[in-house]
């Protein structure tokens, strides 16, 4: 993407979105091309650093007229990757993500509120291995033009609270920091 896209962009909360751009009002697809979920651990009692990504996501998204928001991103769990086959395959395996058993995660996006700081919280519910938590995560919306808008949020999960929590003697970390970057066009 050129430099110049990410100059013209300007962080608003979705209430200004609504309030600048009535037109906002509506619904979205992500935009698979431009979006990415990652994450970090530690592996090796801590000593080493695994970061990975799902190369595989799709969702939508819908605004609406108070300012709220409603949406769901679907990931392939089968499409994890973090640049080592063998690594990955056991990731896959039942000690982890069980793919053959469970073949989505999902993220359901159930509302979102302005703190009196100014910052954006979004609330969703997260269902891996047919387990669901639900948590709120800081989140910043920018508009990049009159049809899309970038949505990047972080947070430190506890992948044992979802039955991910093979840990050979210690070895791998029970907090991972997950993030999305994640764009929306406007469909309708």
Same mark, same amino acid.
């Given at each position: 993407?050129? $430099?110049?896209?990410?100059?013209?962009?300007?962080?608003?909360?979705?209430?200004?979105?609504?309030? $600048?751009?009535?037109? &906002?009002?509506?619904?979205?697809?992500?935009?698979?091309?431009?979006? #990415?979920?990652?994450?970090?651990?530690?592996?090796?009692?801590?000593?080493?650093? %695994?970061?990975?990504?799902?190369?595989?996501?799709?969702? !939508?998204? @819908?605004?609406? @007229?108070?300012?709220?928001?409603?949406?769901?991103?679907?990931?392939?769990?089968? &499409?994890? #990757?973090?640049?080592?086959?063998?690594?990955? @395959? !056991?990731?896959? &395996?039942?000690?982890?993500?069980?793919?053959?058993?469970?073949?989505?995660? $999902?993220?359901?996006?159930?509302?979102?509120?302005?703190?009196?700081?100014?910052?954006?919280?979004?609330?969703?519910?997260?269902?891996?291995?047919?387990?669901?938590?639900?948590?709120?995560?800081?989140?910043?919306?920018? %508009?990049?033009?009159?049809?899309?808008? !970038?949505?990047?949020?972080?947070?430190?999960?506890?992948?044992?609270?979802?039955?991910?929590?093979?840990?050979?003697?210690?070895?791998? #970390?029970?907090? %991972?920091?997950? $993030?999305?970057?994640?764009?929306?066009?406007?469909?309708?």
């Amino acid at each position: 993407m050129s $430099s110049a896209l990410f100059c013209e962009e300007q962080e608003l909360t979705v209430l200004d979105v609504v309030a $600048s751009n009535p037109d &906002s009002v509506g619904k979205y697809a992500l935009m698979t091309d431009q979006s #990415s979920i990652e994450f970090k651990g530690r592996s090796l009692w801590g000593l080493l650093r %695994v970061r990975g990504r799902f190369t595989d996501i799709s969702g !939508h998204g @819908e605004l609406f @007229e108070q300012g709220n928001v409603l949406g769901e991103l679907i990931v392939d769990s089968a &499409s994890i #990757s973090t640049g080592i086959g063998k690594r990955d @395959e !056991h990731l896959r &395996s039942p000690d982890f993500f069980d793919t053959a058993r469970f073949p989505l995660i $999902s993220v359901n996006v159930t509302g979102l509120r302005q703190l009196p700081s100014q910052e954006l919280m979004i609330d969703v519910a997260i269902w891996v291995k047919g387990v669901v938590e639900n948590i709120s995560i800081p989140v910043t919306v920018t %508009v990049v033009d009159d049809r899309v808008i !970038h949505v990047q949020a972080a947070a430190t999960i506890d992948r044992t609270n979802f039955g991910v929590d093979a840990n050979q003697l210690g070895m791998v #970390s029970d907090s %991972v920091d997950v $993030s999305a970057d994640l764009r929306f066009r406007k469909t309708g």
